[in-house]
């Protein structure tokens, strides 16, 4: 059996730097907890902030493996900063995150996940209806990208970024889902949001029978109501934390 390198850069990274490592590795675990990796694949990515310098994971690596230590960073273009790193990234997988941090300095974060209910919603002309309440936070702030086969061409960066614009959800049609957050808690939200509302729409739609739809004079209201809720006592900002303790009490050696 393969081991995996251990390493520890408590001491050996900035403050801000080890709590973002922190944050991000216990993203990593609640989407392991919450059944929404794919194996190997798919990212959170965090910029380290007033800096060129971006966390991934390493490639290779189960999302209940990854530690605060065993995150690889990167700059901009794709390279290993630490030159005595163990690990490897996913290349094709930075070209999302790439195209996004390149162009959001303020949303720090990039979560991007292919479950099942996010792809199945992507992939249908209509997208994300106004069905459920939890669609109503991801519609405040939604956006829609095209399939393009797998991301690894450069010039689909560009039209990603357009896609995106100024929004916090994306659903990348045919492929999965992506969120941004100004902290790794507002985007992990983001995506309960959105996964919660996809899940909900697929179970209405199984019914075969007609839903009942938010009038969109209510959906266009939800933006501001979302703002509270989201960034305000009740999101990222105070759930966060809650977060945390839950993957402490499951492993604690992801702050490692």
């Known amino acids: 059996m393969l081991t995996i390198p251990v390493i520890d850069l408590k001491n050996k990274v900035s403050a801000q730097e080890w ?26 990515s965090v910029r380290i902030p007033d800096t060129e310098y971006v966390l991934i994971n390493a ?22 900063v630490d030159a005595d790193c163990p690990f490897e990234f996913n290349p094709a997988g930075f070209t999302i995150h790439s195209a996004v941090h390149e162009v959001r300095h303020d949303d720090i974060c990039a979560l991007h996940v292919h479950c099942n209910e996010a792809i199945a919603v992507a992939s249908l002309e209509e997208g994300l209806l106004p069905i459920s309440q939890y669609s109503m936070f991801a ?17 689909e960066k560009l039209r990603l970024q357009q896609d995106l614009g100024d929004k916090n959800f994306m659903l990348l049609r045919n492929h999965g889902a ?3 957050g100004k902290t790794i808690g507002d985007a992990f939200m983001h995506m309960y949001d959105l996964i919660r509302a996809c899940q ?3 179970q209405v739609m199984s019914t075969g029978m007609k839903p009942i739809l938010v009038d969109q004079s209510i959906v266009d209201g939800i ?24 993957v402490y009490k499951v ?3 992801f702050a490692l």
């Open 19 to 44: 709590q973002l490592r922190v944050d991000l590795a216990a993203c990593y675990r609640l989407i392991a907890l919450h059944g929404w990796d794919d194996l190997i694949y798919t990212h959170v």
């Open 59 to 80: 490639f290779g690596l189960r999302f209940d493996e990854i530690t605060a230590s065993n995150l690889v960073k990167i700059d901009m273009t794709g390279n290993i």
């Open 139 to 155: 519609l405040a702030s939604m956006s829609y990208h095209d399939y393009e086969g797998l991301a690894v061409n450069g010039d």
């Open 178 to 180: 992506l969120t941004m």
């Open 200 to 202: 909900i729409q697929v």
């Open 223 to 246: 933006k501001g109501q979302a703002n509270i809720v989201h960034t305000g006592l009740t999101g990222g900002q105070k759930a966060w934390p809650a977060m945390l303790r839950r």
């Open 251 to 253: 492993d604690p050696s």
